[in-house]
């Protein structure tokens, strides 16, 4: 019984749980350089993989990594670059005795054989890969999936939500685990696999056990067929419910039942025309032509709780229209919002004149002392090229002799002590050059839940009102004085009391 239950719990998402190791069939974040991320799925080594014995390889400008190099290994590891045959990629070159011996030979080379070397020689002999040899060609780091790097490296098939913009989004509208979030437009996925981690709260067991979920509506079949693609390799199908569905005409209800949203999240061009179907109750505004009115109106909003809305839109005439229609509907509260979003990196600034060879360095005068120096040394060549003699000859003969006396000078000028480059120059923070993200405007709005007399009948009995035997106001000042006087002849009565207490207490030790 244990086992068949075990063998029926869900796969959980890397991006919810990566755990501390990198796995076989999970995906991974390669970071190149800083802002340089590469999503990939790390396979497990089976043999030869397009050409490449040591199985499948990630090529970079860093070097070649085999995936066999990158598995079961703590995230946020460093890994070197290996030396893999390149040459041959694509043409599948059958290799001969030589190259194999060759090979194992450069192998033993660079490689001292200690325990750990022949246990993975041995299971690569055991797979049929060939063990990947140290390259000092670079390095990478394997990351676990967030939706922070996934959004930086997703495939864009459409303007995504940054996180300056998804975080703020989430915290507006409420997002907490457990809750159920509506989002339209799901685009490229980026506010997907972020509200996805806000509402986690386990994955649900039964039809009974609510747990948090997120139902993302998207127009586009061809984008729809990706990111179900993306959802189903990420393992989060049992958290989000993926619908191909114009939601202007066929509104958010799941199979005709209400998914009973807290929160609502639209990045759709027109976002008015989906405010009607999200309402308590039928509206009399925004109503399609030949719509059914004479039908059941369920609303997919909570009943229970009030809403909370966002919409996402790049043009301010988006936003004129999109605050008319929630005014229309009854949404309160209603704000705007920019966000406007720059990194600031730190670094250290060295400046000097002795900073010739490298790079990314202000080649100036460090402070006047080091500028009148130079300024010396150039009127004092000056000087010495004046007097020179003017003969064609000599004049040549004295210049050459003059440069290399001054390059000896230059290599006999005391050098400044030699400093490490992270405590080297002064610390200052400088904007991004390129600021990644776009005009958008967050208009922000809630809906109360309605108040019925069963509610409030409810609340009555919870919270009884008329029934107070002392409240603020309700007396007159006479009855205030008298419990004034009986409060201070209380007061009274327990000093008098701690007086008698305390002769006692000195009688007894007299």
């Given at each position: 019984?244990?086992?068949?239950?075990?063998?029926?719990?869900?796969?959980v998402s890397p991006f919810l749980e990566p755990g501390l190791r990198t796995k076989p069939r999970s995906l991974a974040i390669l970071q190149l350089s800083r802002d340089n991320l590469l999503p990939i799925y790390?396979?497990?080594p089976s043999g030869e993989h397009d050409g490449y014995a040591e199985g499948a390889v990630v090529n970079t400008r860093y070097g070649s990594f085999p995936h066999s190099t990158m598995l079961n290994v703590p995230w946020g590891s460093q890994i070197r670059a290996s030396k893999v045959d390149t040459g041959s990629r694509g043409?599948?070159?059958?290799?001969?005795?030589?190259?194999?011996?060759?090979?194992?030979?450069?192998?033993?080379?660079?490689?001292?054989e200690t325990t750990t070397d022949n246990n993975n020689k041995d299971a690569s002999e055991a797979t049929g890969v060939k063990q990947a040899v140290a390259d000092d060609s670079g390095f990478i780091h394997v990351l676990p999936p967030t939706p922070e790097l996934w959004t930086q490296s997703l495939p864009h098939r459409t303007q995504v939500v940054y996180t300056p913009d998804y975080s703020y989004i989430l915290h507006r509208i409420r997002a907490r685990p457990g809750s159920t979030i509506i989002e339209a437009g799901a685009g490229s996925g980026s506010f997907t696999h972020a509200s996805v981690r806000a509402v986690y709260n386990g994955y649900p067991s039964s039809a009974e056990n609510k747990k948090g979920k997120v139902f993302s509506f998207e127009y586009h079949e061809e984008r729809f067929h990706k990111m179900k693609k993306e959802l189903t390799d990420h393992d989060l199908d049992g958290l989000v419910h993926l619908t191909h569905r114009d939601v202007y005409n066929g509104g958010f209800l799941i199979d005709g039942k209400s998914p009973g949203a807290d929160a609502i999240f639209l990045d759709l061009p027109k976002p008015w025309e989906a405010l009607p179907h999200l309402s308590r109750s039928r509206p009399t505004f925004g109503a399609k032509e030949g719509e059914d009115t004479t039908a059941e109106w369920v609303s997919p909003l909570n009943?229970?709780?009030?809403?909370?809305i966002c919409t996402?839109?790049?043009?301010?005439?988006?936003?004129?229209?999109t605050v008319s229609a929630m005014r229309r509907l009854g949404w309160v509260d209603i704000d705007m919002v920019e966000i406007a979003n720059r990194k600031l990196h730190t670094i250290r600034d060295r400046v000097g004149l002795h900073y010739q060879t490298d790079r990314g360095v202000n080649v100036s005068p460090h402070d006047v002392e080091e500028a009148l120096e130079r300024l010396a040394e150039i009127e004092e060549r000056v000087r010495e090229q004046a007097a020179r003699p003017r003969d064609a000859e000599d004049a040549d003969t004295d210049m050459k002799n003059g440069d290399d006396a001054a390059a000896k000078k230059e290599e006999d000028k005391e050098q400044p002590p030699y400093q490490t480059p992270w405590i080297d120059g002064r610390l200052i923070t400088k904007g991004e050059p390129e600021i990644k993200t776009h005009t958008s405007y967050l208009v922000f709005a809630v809906l109360p839940r309605e108040w019925t007399e069963e509610d409030e009948a409810a609340a009555f009995a919870k919270y009884p009102c008329g029934k107070e035997?002392?409240?603020?106001?309700?007396?007159?000042?006479?009855?205030?004085?008298?419990?004034?006087?009986?409060?201070?002849?209380?007061?009274?009565?327990?000093k008098a009391r701690r007086k008698e207490r305390d002769a006692k207490i000195a009688e007894a030790v007299e």
């Open positions: 019984m244990a086992n068949n239950m075990t063998s029926t719990q869900p796969t790390l396979q497990e043409r599948k070159r059958k290799r001969g005795p030589k190259d194999e011996a060759s090979r194992d030979d450069a192998a033993e080379e660079n490689q001292p009943p229970k709780r009030a809403v909370h996402f839109s790049p043009c301010i005439e988006q936003v004129t229209r035997k002392a409240v603020v106001g309700s007396i007159d000042k006479q009855t205030r004085k008298k419990e004034r006087r009986e409060q201070l002849q209380k007061i009274g009565d327990r």
